[in-house]
């Protein structure tokens, strides 16, 4: 996570499937939520204590403001667990900070008690706060708004589906924000991955063409046609352009490193397929250590499977 949050700042190119999520909710006590994303996408939600719904307001965030986030993060090391594990106390809950980019995800906490104490957490949700509050989008004022608002709440619904695996429930979601608003780049992609989990892979490649139209230089959309492509039997010539296409648009997604060489080594280019293997284990994908090891015996042994 550092690397992939670090490369942000040097770069100045936001990934569209990046996510910054605060969460002190406690129960039946309330709390806040806030979720920042790659595309400028913010949503806070405040739960008074007791409430069966939230007091939701929705933003959309610069590249500036979201790169402010990020200095942050990185400032604060905040893919770093530091506070020690403790039995709680009675009520005692906790303030959580999950990132996501890249195939990558880190998760910390604090105790809810000592967040004013530590100063860490309590920096991070200022910030998003007032980042989310200055960019407020007016909903009571305007249809747009509204439905911004709206597809924004389907699609947090729609991501914590699929982080739990629910990708029959997920795949509605996405389907009933991106009819609210088209234009969100990530719930194609989301979508996609959802669908394709399920064996739906001709629907996922429709998905990740649309988010492409969006963004044709999106990494994250091309690695995952080139996923269902090569699920659908579809050509190596036309799989390896979407990886190539993926790394050439980030050249740090060690996930399209690792794709990338598993298809050169079902087509026998065993020694490109390594150097794929150690550059997305340099990434920090460590499931790759194995691969470069079965490369170096298949060029003995002359077998991939």
């Not at 006590?29 to 007091?55: Q, S």
Request: glycine letters at 8%; proline letters at 4%; aromatic letters at 6%.
């Amino acid at each position: 996570m550092e690397r992939e949050l670090k490369n942000i700042l040097a770069t100045g190119a936001i990934p569209t499937d990046l996510e910054i999520t605060y969460d002190d909710r406690q129960g039946l006590w309330g709390g806040l939520r806030i979720i920042i994303d790659g595309t400028g996408g913010g949503t806070r939600e405040k739960w008074d204590r007791g409430a069966t719904r939230p007091d939701l307001s929705t933003s959309e965030l610069t590249s500036t403001q979201i790169k402010e986030c990020i200095a942050l993060l990185v400032e604060l090391e905040a893919w770093a667990q530091k506070t020690p594990d403790r039995p709680p106390v009675p009520d005692e809950g906790r303030a959580t900070l999950t990132l996501r980019v890249g195939g990558q995800s880190s998760h910390i906490w604090e105790w809810f008690n000592e967040l004013t104490r530590n100063g860490r957490l309590l920096q991070i949700q200022k910030q998003m706060v007032e980042l989310t509050t200055t960019s407020e989008i007016a909903t009571d004022a305007q249809t747009p708004g509204d439905n911004k608002a709206q597809a924004q709440t389907l699609s947090r619904q729609a991501r914590e589906n699929l982080d739990m695996g629910n990708f029959e429930a997920a795949i509605p979601l996405y389907e009933q924000a991106l009819s609210l608003d088209g234009e969100r780049v990530n719930d194609w992609i989301n979508r996609g991955l959802a669908l394709w989990s399920v064996q739906r892979n001709e629907a996922a490649l429709e998905s990740y063409d649309h988010a492409l139209a969006l963004d044709p230089n999106n990494a994250l959309a091309w690695m995952n046609r080139g996923n269902a492509l090569h699920d659908l039997g579809r050509s190596q010539q036309e799989i390896m352009s979407c990886y190539d296409r993926a790394l050439e648009s980030d050249p740090y997604l060690a996930r399209a490193w690792y794709n990338k060489g598993d298809e050169l080594g079902h087509m026998g280019r065993f020694i490109e397929a390594r150097a794929c293997f150690e550059n997305a284990y340099e990434l920090g994908l460590t499931e790759a250590a194995p691969m470069i090891n079965r490369c170096n015996d298949i060029l003995m042994n002359d077998s991939y499977s």
